[in-house]
């Protein structure tokens, strides 16, 4: 098993769900943390627990993944210690409404593109060749069953996470000569503020996303990061594809 021990994890969306239980997560294995996120507040109270309880080591960058000329300047705005990522943790990613193309507003494209596409792409790009180098690291694409089991209204959603799924299975072959790893994990039905986001406030249509089930939880997914994370040197995990149990696809949903 791999020691995440003072290894050097980079987290985007890191302020809630998701991307917030990989940074329990790692914290507690001993990573050095780059926690980034729009809202500062909640990176500076992570940050303060993730402290406190775990002496971690983390710096916080506020940033938006649309903000592409700062995204840019990313790896040289990190302090001593935290440029050489280890880890590249593509989570920031959203969902904005359900309703089909023909509703879906051309601002709304613009952002779950650039978020989910363009952003996830740059920081491979930004953070790859520093792995080459040091021939070591570990990129991690958080996708999601929605890249392999489209629905109607999920077109632009859908389509940034066949990108996904597409864009990690083809830089595998471009690092097939190194040590870097590349995993793509892809979850079902998972309880964060994603249906909120997607919903736009509407909380009845976000709550109804997994009313009478049993959802996914942030920390299960973040158990699944660790598992492809920890493996021995010489075992790549490909990919994870997860469901909830009464789960089979996002349109197949048991709610008992
Ligand atoms: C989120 C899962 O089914 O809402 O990635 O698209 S789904």
């Known amino acids: 098993m791999t020691s995440l021990a003072g290894q050097v994890a980079l987290i985007t969306g890191a302020s809630s769900g998701i991307g917030e239980a990989i940074a329990w997560k790692f914290a507690e294995a001993g990573t050095k943390l780059v926690l980034i996120a729009r809202r500062s507040e909640r990176l500076s109270s992570l940050k303060s627990q993730l ?13 938006d993944m649309q903000d592409t000329p700062k995204l840019k300047q990313l790896p040289s ?28 507003s051309l601002e709304d494209i613009e952002t779950m593109v650039n978020t989910n596409v363009l952003a996830a792409s740059l ?79 509407d909380d ?10 049993q959802p996914l939880l942030a920390a299960d997914i973040a158990d699944q990061v660790m598992y492809a994370a920890t493996r021995p040197a010489n075992v790549q995990i490909g990919e994870i594809v997860s469901f909830a149990t009464t789960q089979a696809s996002p349109w197949n949903v048991a709610r008992p």
């Not at 705005?77 to 879906?104: E, R």
């Open 77 to 104: 705005a990190l302090p001593d210690g935290f440029q050489q990522v280890d880890i590249l943790v593509n989570n920031a990613g959203l969902a904005l409404g359900k309703s089909g193309l023909q509703g879906t």
């Open 204 to 213: 009845a249509a976000a709550n109804a996303t997994y009313e009478g089930m």
């Open 51 to 63: 402290t406190e309880k775990f002496n971690a080591q983390v710096e916080t960058v506020t940033l």
């Open 123 to 201: 920081l491979v790009r930004l953070f790859c060749n520093g792995m080459l180098e040091r021939n070591r690291g570990h990129i991690i694409n958080i996708s999601s069953i929605a890249a392999k089991q489209r629905y109607p209204g999920g077109g632009i959603y859908c389509g940034t996470k066949s990108y996904i799924d597409a864009f990690t299975e083809a830089i595998r072959h471009d690092f097939v000569n190194s040590q870097v790893k590349v995993t793509a994990v892809s979850p079902g039905a998972v309880q964060t503020e994603f249906s909120n986001v997607r919903y736009k406030g």
